[in-house]
C-alpha cells in the first residue's frame, strides 16, 4: 500500500501542531503496519507553481474545444501537474498536514490542489458527472486551528471545501483528526484538545494499517 503525505505547514514541528499531530500518526502506522510505503512531500520545501494561463490551457481547454491541441509551451508549463497527479495516482491514501489559516487551507495546499486535481489527471468528465482516474481509497486530515470549532461550523472554509473536492473525484472516505482551540483558549484546554485530536490520529492511522490495496484488473 501506497501512502501520500503532503504537508502544508511553514513551522518547525516543535511549534507545529498539525505536524506533531503527523508524527502520532506515521508513528503508530509504522508501528502497526511497517511494510506500507509512504512518499513525504513538504510543500513549503518544494513549492507549487500557481496555474499559469498556459497550463489551465492545456487542461481545460480541451474540455470547451473538442479537438484542441496544446502548443508545446502549454505542455511543458504542465510539467509539475504531471508529476504530481502520477505520484497520487500511485497512491491508495492521501494524507494532508495544515493548519486552518484565515479560515481556509494554506494558499500553498490550494495551489496543489490546483495542480492535481485536473482533467485528464485524476477525472475524467463523463455524461452524468466525473469518472476518477486514480485509485485513492481514504483521504485523511491532520489539521489545528486557533479557535474551537464545531460539526457544521460555517466559518470552516477548510474541511468543507476539501471534503467536496474529493468527493468530486469520487473519495468518500474523509477522516479528519482536528486540534482545535490551539491559541487564546487556555492552555489546559489546548492541550486537552490536542491530546484527543492526537488520539483520533492515531485510531486513524490503525484503520490505514489495516486497509487493503484493491486487485486491479491488467
Not at 501520500?4 to 508524527?23: D, Y
Not at 487542461?59 to 511543458?76: M, R
Not at 483521504?139 to 479557535?147: P, R, Y
Request: glycine share 6%.
Amino acid at each position: 500500500m501506497n501512502v501520500l503525505h503532503i504537508c502544508a505547514n511553514p513551522r518547525p514541528v516543535q511549534e507545529s501542531v498539525s505536524k506533531q499531530l503527523a508524527t502520532a500518526f506515521f508513528m503508530r502506522l509504522a508501528e502497526r503496519n511497517p511494510d506500507i510505503n509512504v512518499t513525504n512531500v513538504d510543500l513549503y520545501q518544494s513549492p507549487p507553481p500557481f496555474l499559469t494561463l498556459p497550463a489551465f490551457r492545456c487542461v481545460w481547454q480541451p474540455l470547451t474545444e473538442p479537438g484542441y491541441k496544446p502548443t508545446t509551451g502549454e505542455y511543458n508549463a504542465t510539467a509539475y501537474s504531471r508529476q504530481q497527479v502520477e505520484q497520487l495516482k500511485q497512491s491508495d491514501v492521501l494524507v494532508l498536514t495544515m493548519p486552518m489559516w484565515n479560515y481556509s487551507m494554506p494558499a500553498i495546499m490550494k495551489a496543489w490542489l490546483d495542480q492535481v486535481i485536473i482533467p485528464g489527471g485524476t477525472f475524467a468528465f463523463e455524461e452524468g458527472g466525473a469518472k476518477p482516474l486514480h485509485h485513492l481509497q481514504k483521504v485523511v486530515l491532520l489539521i489545528s486551528s486557533a479557535d474551537d470549532f464545531k460539526e457544521e461550523d460555517p466559518r470552516d472554509g477548510l474541511t468543507r471545501e476539501l471534503r467536496a473536492t474529493f468527493e468530486f473525484i469520487g473519495v468518500t472516505d474523509i477522516s479528519i483528526a482536528w486540534a482545535d482551540g490551539q491559541y487564546g483558549h487556555g492552555e489546559d484546554e489546548a492541550k486537552e484538545h490536542k491530546e484527543i485530536a492526537t488520539e483520533t490520529a492515531q485510531d486513524i492511522a490503525d484503520e490505514v494499517a489495516e486497509m487493503t490495496t484493491p486487485v486491479t484488473e491488467g
